[in-house]
């Protein structure tokens, strides 16, 4: 008897026989609609999925954004060091926060882009460093170089020049000239303390600040100048020495003849013999507050004062002007040599002698060369006698024997003879103003200067 099940078993056999290897086939209809279950995650897989993709999302976001950022800092970097709008170099006086002085450059035209500029200084932590000042932008300077300047404080100096042989009252009258500096100087400094030189400040810088950085240097300068002097020189301390100095630095203006006249009035001290300096004259009078405009009369030298060195022994009891480091560097170390004289040659030096009969021989010479000007001068030039007979040109339009124009001769002093400004080559009435064919410096007196002979 056949098995019944046999056939459906064959067909089950050649089924699976068919059956691609890996491949399910459903067995009859109803296993063909059954769905799949997908494999299941385990649970702590399945709490980390939304996590990963949360920092998958984030990582994105971040790296859009870094590629952004760079992107503009490439772009803002290089608009930062581009070339500015100036068209040519300006000064600017800028003052307040960064973003009042952001304004301000923009208004002047020397940045184009304000916010650009706060940026780079927020990013570069330079907002706080800002210096007010007057500074000068460079043509076509960038908003990187405008910074630079503004946080290093590169501001504009100006300079004022102090020449040799002001006193410290002309001094003061030049500072209270100058429209750059502030503030008002309410005294004024002690005679001889103030450093004659080029000095250069920032706008702003008051006049005191100025006095006292000119009278430091004097200070530094005299300490280092006193302490190389010469062992041999009769000058007790620092403070004769400038004193001295002032008065070589208004008897000659060369430089050549510094140590060489200092050197004649070390040997009149040695030798106990008055200084007879013509400026020490007109000191007395003026106390340094200007200069006489003319010619010392015979007078004046005869009038007692506490700086006539005719009428006092040795130095005076201070300086008479302000001396330069070469005027006090010439009484510290003076020209070894035994002269006691000097007198102008006519070409703006001097000639100098060790005997009086020399030194007359020589002031001979130089009335000599004095004559020959006046005989080529204009025919209408007055013509005047000083006190010892020689003849003097006067103003034009003096009267014959106005002796206040007419200094004794051997006794003159100030200017080379061949200055013509003012009455006999004078140069008082310019002295220390912007007309001052001799940069400004000092003379107090007529050409030539002398050394006279030293009077009974």
Request: no cysteine; proline share 9%; aromatic share 4%.
């Amino acid at each position: 008897m056949a098995d019944i099940n046999e056939p459906q078993a064959s067909a089950d056999a050649n089924t699976a026989k068919a059956r691609p290897a890996g491949r399910f086939v459903p067995r009859s209809p109803a296993e063909a609609i059954q769905p799949v279950a997908p494999p299941q995650l385990p649970p702590s897989e399945r709490r980390r999925r939304p996590i990963v993709n949360m920092l998958s999302g984030f990582l994105s976001l971040v790296m859009v954004l870094a590629l952004l950022t760079g992107v503009a800092v490439f772009f803002g970097k290089t608009q930062f060091y581009a070339a500015g709008p100036l068209a040519s170099d300006k000064i600017v006086v800028v003052k307040g926060s960064s973003g009042d002085v952001a304004e301000q450059l923009k208004q002047e035209g020397v940045i184009d882009h304000p916010t650009l500029f706060l940026a780079g200084l927020h990013l570069t932590r330079k907002a706080s460093q800002l210096k007010a000042g007057e500074y000068m932008f460079r043509q076509h300077a960038s908003l990187g170089d405008v910074m630079d300047t503004l946080v290093e404080g590169k501001s504009v100096l100006h300079s004022v020049t102090v020449p040799e042989g002001l006193t410290s009252q002309q001094i003061i009258d030049r500072l209270a000239e100058n429209d750059v500096l502030t503030g008002e100087l309410t005294s004024v400094p002690k005679e001889g303390s103030l450093l004659p030189d080029t000095y250069k400040f920032s706008r702003g810088m008051t006049r005191q600040q100025l006095v006292e950085r000119m009278q430091q240097e004097q200070a530094r300068v005299l300490r280092e100048v006193w302490s190389r002097r010469s062992a041999e020189i009769p000058v007790k301390s620092p403070e004769e020495l400038v004193v001295l100095a002032s008065i070589v630095e208004k008897e000659t203006g060369r430089a050549d003849e510094r140590s060489r006249v200092a050197g004649v009035f070390i040997n009149r001290l040695n030798r106990n013999m008055r200084l007879q300096s013509d400026p020490t004259i007109v000191y007395g009078l003026v106390q340094g507050k200007g200069t006489l405009g003319r010619g010392i009369m015979r007078s004046e030298i005869d009038q007692p004062t506490p700086y006539n060195t005719y009428q006092i022994q040795g130095l005076p009891p201070g300086p008479i002007a302000n001396p330069g480091r070469a005027a006090m560097e010439a009484v510290a170390n003076p020209s070894r040599t035994r002269e006691l004289y000097f007198v102008a040659d006519g070409t703006g030096g001097h000639v100098f002698a060790e005997t009086l009969d020399q030194h007359n021989k020589n002031v001979a010479r130089w009335r000599q060369m004095e004559g020959e000007r006046r005989d080529a001068a204009p025919a209408d030039a007055a013509v005047v006698r000083d006190p010892t007979g020689a003849p003097t040109a006067a103003k034009p339009g003096a009267k014959p024997g106005a002796a206040a124009y007419a200094p004794v001769a051997p006794l003159q002093t100030g200017a080379p003879a061949t200055a013509p400004v003012g009455p006999r080559g004078n140069l008082d009435a310019v002295a220390g103003t912007s007309k001052d064919p001799l940069n400004n410096k000092s003379f107090d007196l007529n050409s030539p200067k002398v050394v006279p002979a030293l009077r009974p």
